[in-house]
């Protein structure tokens, strides 16, 4: 053999061994790159035998509960949102319907214990997965420990260990919890466990609260819906023909039937503010690098493109604000460095009268240009401005979208810039079946590229370019209203447009969303006649049928600029207080 035949051989075997050891160390972060086994070398378990056996821990630890939940003896509604006032006490349904902001208040006083109002909340959370197949384990045994050492705490003490003292709050799968499973979602990551808390639950603990469910997600997590081939599909209390939303639909849905008041989502599309939207909740995504993101399981972790952030969902809005303003005051940039130091800022964030008031400046996005929201939606928009309109120190005036079709290009050509590598590794590695949605946004993504590192510079220079022209054209203005979604909650499989949502993502600014009211058939008629603007637009239109989207939660969303998240909150204060929203009930 010559020199330079040696030379190349031994070339090739050392970069052979260089990328199976790369693969394998970053593994350590995301197991779907390990070199996967052919199909027919797959051992052990199959995948239906594996969402087998997580639904058996599911129900069993739902059976645990003591007493047993009694049997729903009657046909389930497509409407269940009443049923836990048919099952529980009065006393289970006072805890569990009080926002989180009057139950912190009462358990640090002492009115409450701990012990009552997880009880309370265990008991309602396993209802709600009968009724919509949220959750994904009850953690019973834990947490009563933990409340039971809380009210403890209090005695000995006589004050509370901090400001969610005794405070049940729940959480989404993939946010790691010592010792528990860590899927994502992905049937071949069905063995994976954290070795540690997350970050933002280690702070949630020191503040007081209590951990006692884990919440369903979609296959991916990248769907506006939540389904999964470990549980199948997470459905709406309102209307179960309909979506809970996703990716945190568990939480969405556990939290619009009252078994949670508090729950931790994640969005980097839309995945609070779907969900919150579809069940009737508030739901913020906040700022990027605000809150701690270290402990959650994922693909492609480490992606820096499109930021994931995670935020609240809640039955109130000043949950919302006690989640923000407990975690941030916890100045979690000292344990992660990638966060920045900003302070959750108590002063007022809104411009002052002359008279000492407040005023504000919104404009109105009623249509993003590409596809026409749903009739109930413009009612609802229309309904709020008119509203607006009468209230003196608010001024309300038009935002045309800026090319906001450029910005699905852009997001959705940098979601992932591995041509999907990583997701569909992880999907396949167990053989288990691609769900509709994951298909939609990996194989059926227009584009869906796998890129270079020259192209990934180019289009982050074109999202750089996009967002300092969409900053030109805020002008004094203080907030944008607009729709979180083209429509309600849709039937399940149909969550297929994204851009009310992700369009906030590629801009990383703060979005809240909020209820309104709920459709009406009788009202929220079909628009006869109309004319699609693309096969997006007809395919959300042809959607709507009223009698379809019966009672389900309309909902709204209020934007602001970067980093103005606690003007967004002052500012949906503000709204709440002069125009009474929501203008329906919802529990």
Excluded at 133 to 153: F, M, P, W
Excluded at 162 to 181: A, D, F, Q, R, Y
Excluded at 376 to 387: G, Q
Aim: hydrophobic share 40%.
């Amino acid at each position: 053999m010559s020199t330079s035949s040696f030379s190349s051989l031994f070339s090739s075997i050392t970069d052979l061994f260089h990328g199976f050891y790369s693969r394998l160390h970053s593994s350590l972060v995301s197991p779907s790159l390990l070199p996967l086994p052919r199909p027919r070398a797959i051992a052990g378990p199959t995948w239906q035998e594996i969402a087998k056996a997580a639904q058996d821990h599911r129900d069993a630890s739902i059976a645990a509960l003591e007493p047993p939940l009694p049997t729903i003896p009657w046909e389930i509604p497509q409407d269940v949102s009443q049923i836990p006032k048919r099952i529980f006490s009065k006393e289970i349904i006072a805890i569990t319907e009080a926002a989180p902001e009057v139950l912190v208040a009462k358990l640090a006083s002492g009115d409450l214990t701990s012990v009552q109002v997880t009880t309370a909340f265990l008991r309602r959370a396993g209802l709600a997965q009968k009724l919509t197949n949220c959750v994904t384990e009850l953690l019973s045994t834990a947490a009563l420990a933990r409340a039971k050492y809380l009210d403890e705490y209090l005695s000995t003490n006589k004050k509370p260990i901090g400001p969610l003292h005794g405070l049940p709050i729940s959480v989404k799968e993939h946010i790691g919890m010592e010792g528990l499973t860590l899927n994502a979602g992905f049937i071949s990551w069905h063995n994976q466990t954290a070795v540690s808390n997350a970050h933002i639950l280690d702070i949630l603990l020191a503040a007081g609260a209590v951990l006692y469910v884990r919440t369903t997600q979609p296959q991916t997590l990248m769907h506006l819906e939540t389904s999964s081939n470990f549980y199948g599909a997470t459905v709406n209390p309102f209307n179960r023909l309909l979506t809970s939303g996703g990716s945190s639909g568990g939480e969405g849905a556990l939290i619009g039937l009252r078994g949670s008041c508090l729950g931790i989502g994640t969005d980097i599309g839309g995945s609070i503010r779907s969900p919150a939207a579809n069940c009737g909740v508030y739901g913020l995504r906040p700022t990027s690098y605000r809150l701690p993101n270290e402990g959650f399981s994922a693909t492609m972790l480490g992606q820096e493109h499109i930021v994931p952030v995670v935020g609240p969902l809640s039955t109130s809005l000043g949950g919302v604000k006690l989640f923000m303003k407990t975690l941030i005051d916890a100045k979690p940039w000292l344990r992660e460095p990638s966060l920045l130091p900003i302070p959750w800022n108590t002063e007022f964030q809104l411009p002052s009268t002359a008279t000492g008031g407040k005023k504000l400046k919104i404009a109105v996005l009623s249509d993003d240009g590409i596809v026409k929201p749903h009739p109930p939606i413009l009612r609802a928009i229309s309904t709020v401005v008119d509203k607006l309109k009468a209230i003196p120190d608010i001024e309300v005036v038009s935002w045309t979208p800026y090319a906001h079709d450029e910005a699905w290009t852009i997001i959705s050509s940098l979601y992932f810039c591995d041509g999907g590598a990583e997701e569909s590794a992880a999907i396949n590695a167990s053989g288990e079946p691609w769900r509709p949605l994951s298909r939609f946004i990996l194989t059926d993504n227009p584009n869906m590229k796998r890129h270079s590192v020259r192209e990934l510079w180019e289009w982050t220079v074109k999202r750089e370019a996009y967002k300092a022209k969409y900053a030109k054209l805020w002008g004094d203005v203080d907030v944008i209203l607009c729709p979180a979604g083209p429509g309600a909650a849709p039937p399940l499989d149909c969550a297929r447009y994204w851009g009310y949502t992700s369009q906030w993502n590629l801009l990383d600014y703060p979005a809240l969303v909020f209820p309104v009211t709920k459709v009406d058939p009788e009202v929220d008629l079909i628009e006869e006649g109309y004319q699609p603007r693309n096969e997006d637009d007809k395919y959300n239109h042809d959607l709507y049928k009223p009698s379809t989207y019966a009672n389900a939660p309309v909902s709204l969303q209020l934007i602001g600029r970067r980093y103005e998240d606690e003007k967004v909150v002052e500012a949906m204060e503000y709204i709440k207080e002069k125009i009474g929203l929501p203008f329906a009930s919802f529990v």
